[in-house]
């Protein structure tokens, strides 16, 4: 995978800094056989700590937005664990999650 390009994060959104790869460890740890990110390569983009979600890239160049739930444990039996959401696009995921919790929390 590229790169990302520059890219603006709106609060409470931003880029992750130190080392990413530790959430892209617990997805991996957390993703059971069923789910649909499961096999899959991807990197950390993006991340909120408001809410332990997290923007991975994959490696079709799609997006998704993880709740990583850090609990250590094997992985999830659960295809829906953890809560994801697919993006075809970025812009997707602006317009569908960035700007409004940007709106929701600080206004315009």
């Not at 130190?18 to 059971?32: D, K, Q, V, Y």
């Not at 979600?53 to 250590?72: N, P």
Request: hydrophobic share 40%.
């Amino acid at each position: 995978m590229a790169e990302l390009a520059p890219f603006l994060f709106f609060r409470p959104w931003r880029r992750p800094f130190g080392n990413p790869m530790g959430a892209e460890t617990e997805l991996r740890r957390e993703l059971g056989p069923q789910h649909i990110l499961y096999g899959r390569s991807f990197r950390a983009v993006g991340v909120t700590g408001e809410s332990d979600d997290w923007l991975f890239e994959l490696d079709d160049g799609t997006f998704a937005q993880v709740h990583l739930t850090w609990t250590r444990k094997p992985p999830e039996t659960n295809a829906n664990c953890p809560r994801t959401r697919i993006f075809g696009t970025l812009d997707e995921w602006v317009i569908a999650v960035m700007l409004p919790d940007h709106v929701d929390r600080f206004g315009l």
